[in-house]
Nanobody
């Protein structure tokens, strides 16, 4: 039900940082980031609810931080101490419920994150 616009991907060397941002066209219950490396399944990196509850993949805990601005309908993923294994296409995701009681899930187009060694 909502459109997502992603920004912030790029190329960095190991140990560097990147910040991913995603803007939604409307209010959401939760927003988060998933990633998919070549030949691998898409996996959850981190997500956050409108109330501030967060989930992180074990592989990124302590290095990545997710936050959101409910007024702006945006979510940000701050990625520090990046490793080559973080290389993947990162997808923004948003979930919510319409006034009709129907759940929805929206996806961004994906942004490439490449970490060189």
């Amino acid at each position: 039900q909502v459109q997502l616009v992603e920004s912030g991907g790029g190329l960095v060397q190991a140990g560097g940082s990147l910040r991913l941002s995603c803007a939604a066209s409307g209010r959401t219950f939760s927003m988060g980031w998933y990633r998919q490396a070549p030949g691998k399944q898409r996996e959850l990196v981190a997500d956050i609810t409108s109330g501030g509850s967060t989930n992180y993949a074990d592989s990124v805990k302590g290095r990545f931080t997710i936050s959101r601005d409910n007024a702006k309908n945006t979510v940000t993923l701050q990625m520090n101490s990046l490793k080559p294994e973080d290389t993947a296409v990162y997808y923004c995701n948003a979930r919510g419920t319409t006034i009709w009681g129907k759940s929805f899930s929206s996806w961004g187009q994906g942004t490439q994150v490449t970490v060189s060694s």
